[in-house]
């Protein structure tokens, strides 16, 4: 084993201490971001149900405006189309 050897080994262990060390940050970042994430999971949690009635109460306002004035119209304009063939 010469010198040169061993500097270069001294720089590989040198070069994968950095690398552990920046994949500890990179860990820590990680936690922070799963807490964060967890925290949100538990506020839409909390507001699942309001999400669900707000998207049913849409529908059924969408509905009833098919039905009460969409519909109606539809029906004469075919009935328009229908007299004159």
Known sequence: MS??????????????QQRVTRI?????DTQKFGE???SLEDKVGE?????????WSLSAVCVFLFIGVLA???????AKIGRLN
């Open 24 to 28: 500890e940050e990179q860990t820590k």
């Open 47 to 55: 507001h699942e149900s309001h999400f669900k009635f707000l998207y």
């Open 72 to 78: 109606p119209l539809i029906v004469d304009w075919l």
């Open 36 to 38: 964060r994430l967890d």
């Open 3 to 16: 010198e040169n050897d061993g500097i270069n080994v001294t720089k590989m262990l040198m070069d994968i």
